[in-house]
């Protein structure tokens, strides 16, 4: 009886280092293992004046911007993505995009445009004067997003922030003043 109970026990250890060996396994390998990487490929700032009397920006500003999966199981769904230029620390606009997929070892491409004005807050005389006679501008684009991907049967959902740091040319008769670098966008830490 005792050499019977020993061998059942046997068996049920087997079978579940087994079963919790398989399940390691499929984790690991429909997990995503590589980031998703969000990047400006390029940016036209058509228009981008101040005025003298109360510290308005006028701006026109699109982005072609691209978000690639290099993860080979992995398909990821934005239900929500939002981009939010700022200068000097003052947003700008909010560009809302709808809802899309990125299938695995794939790109999609994004194409947010801010048009407007804005009210920043008082500029020293010195940096109006910079604003004025600059031919690119630092803008920092701000992106939201909340997106899910499933691993097996798990639905993995998050909310992340990214930060893209952007050299913007100034565009004058339709030709940009330099060429535009493309720009890879960084994870923000709360």
């Known amino acids: 009886m005792l050499r019977k109970c020993c061998c059942c026990f046997c068996i049920i250890v087997v079978v579940l280092g ?3 060996f398989t399940a390691w396994f499929v984790i690991r390998q429909f997990s995503p293992s590589k980031p998703m990487i969000y990047q400006v490929t390029d940016a036209s700032l058509t228009q981008f004046n101040l005025t003298a009397t109360n510290n308005t920006i006028f701006y026109n500003l699109s982005l072609k911007m691209t978000v690639e999966n290099r993860n080979k199981w992995n398909d990821f769904h934005y239900e929500h993505f939002e981009a939010v230029p700022s200068y000097k620390n003052q947003d700008l606009s909010t560009s809302i ?43 920092a684009l701000k992106i939201y997003f909340k997106y899910w991907t499933k691993i097996a049967m798990y639905k993995d959902e998050k909310e992340l922030q990214m930060a893209c740091y952007l050299k913007v040319p100034l565009s004058s008769s339709g030709k940009p003043a330099e060429i535009f670098q493309s720009t890879k966008c960084d994870k923000v830490d709360h």
């Not at 794939?106 to 004005?117: V, W």
């Open 18 to 20: 087994a079963l919790a």
């Open 97 to 139: 995009l709808g809802p899309f997929g990125v299938a695995h070892r794939d790109k999609y491409e994004l194409n947010p445009l801010f048009k407007g004005h804005q009210t920043v807050t008082a500029l020293t005389n010195g940096e109006a004067s910079n604003f004025r006679n600059s031919l690119v501008f630092d803008i």
